[in-house]
Structure formats: C-alpha cells, structure tokens
C-alpha cells in the first residue's frame, strides 16, 4: 500500500448548521478557501449546553438541580411545568431572566436570550469545545 504522497486531499466538512431561530443557513467558506477555519466557525454554532427541566437553569441537569419546585418554562412560575401552566394567556416570560432580575420579556427559548448566551459563552470558553 502506497501513501498518497504529494496527492493528499483535504476534506472539507461540509456541515450547514441551521440557525433554528431564524431558519437561514450559517454561511461557512467554500472549499480551498481554509479547511481549519471553517472547523472552527462550524464548532460555536453546534455547542450545545445543558438546561435543566425542572428549574430551566443552564450548565447542570434535573440529576443536579437544587431547586425543590419545577419552574414553568412559560410563565417562569414555581409549582407546576408549561404542560399544566395557568397562565398561556399572557406573555411569555424567561424563566432564567426572571430569576437574574433581567429584562425577561422573551421565551425562555429564545437564541438571542441574554442568560443562554451568557451560558454558551461560558461553556465554550470552558470546555473550549463542542459537546454533543
Ligand atoms: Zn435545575
Ligand atoms: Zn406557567
Ligand atoms: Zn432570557
């Protein structure tokens, strides 16, 4: 078996990572245009972080949690969880937002929340890397 030497290809990964909020493909560079860049642009957007389902904290898991009471993910409310929640006629409220005292006026969902991303950016900064 000979090695391919001087005729190595470079493999592009060509990932599309969907920004789900906005539905638009992530644009990433074509190929021959670098292949490590291109990794790590791609690796940001798949980071995923934890969030726990009985107190929608991030970076732990119900296992973990502490809270005693779920937290709606709806109304932000203690005692009972969105399937049972009391109050879908108004707003949604950030469940995590709620809790820091911030501007809480979005879904506890929501990309673009402050406390999500304030959690993103201290996992990648933590781990340095994607998890799945
Ligand atoms: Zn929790
Ligand atoms: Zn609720
Ligand atoms: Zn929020």
Redesign the pocket.
Known sequence: MQTAMGNAQIRVTRQRPIDRAKGNPVPIPEPGSGTVQADAIVAPARTRISR?Y??Q?YG?T?HY???KTDICTYCARQGHRVGDCPNKEKRETCANCHHFGQEDDHSTNDRECPAYKFALEKEIRHTGYTKN
């Open positions: 726990c009985k107190c904290g732990h119900a949690c502490r809270e």
